[in-house]
């Protein structure tokens, strides 16, 4: 006895399964995408489109140059050891912990320079640290 049937009807391609398999492949792509451009470091310093420089009247004016040179207030220091930076730093700020340290370090200078600078002023007690920039061309003729 043959109970099966033998009615041959054509086959079922069943698409659900295929679909919700591509659309979480399209999200995976998607997410992975987006989050790729915030892992790439393309970095331009040091330009800014802020307002104009304001004078501080109890600033200390602090030069670093691409080749490693450090002026404070236009007088050249003679070693970039934290030791001597902080001795200058200490001498230039006149008006104690209120003075504002402005470092203009050259877009090429070297990460190390400016953290020697950072650390020398933190040692006198001068916290208000700040960066100049230039403008950009779109933002220097507004």
């Given at each position: ?80 050891a934290v030791e001597p930076l902080s001795r200058a730093l200490e001498a230039a700020a006149t008006a104690g912990p209120q003075s504002v340290v402005i470092i203009s370090a050259d877009a090429t200078a070297a990460h190390q320079n400016v953290i020697t600078v950072m ?24």
């Open positions: 006895m043959d109970f099966r049937d033998h009615s041959r009807g054509e086959p079922e391609i069943n698409l659900i399964p295929f679909i919700d398999v591509l659309l979480v492949i399209v999200i995976f792509l998607m997410l992975s995408t987006t989050y790729s451009r915030f892992t790439e470091l393309q970095l331009r310093l040091p330009v800014a489109d802020a307002q104009a420089q304001r004078d501080y009247p109890k600033e200390v004016r602090v030069g670093i140059t691409s080749d490693g040179r450090i002026s404070i207030n236009g007088q050249q220091v003679a070693s970039n650390e020398a002023a933190r040692r006198v007690g001068l916290g208000q640290i700040t960066f100049a920039t230039q403008r950009t061309g779109s933002a220097a003729g507004k």
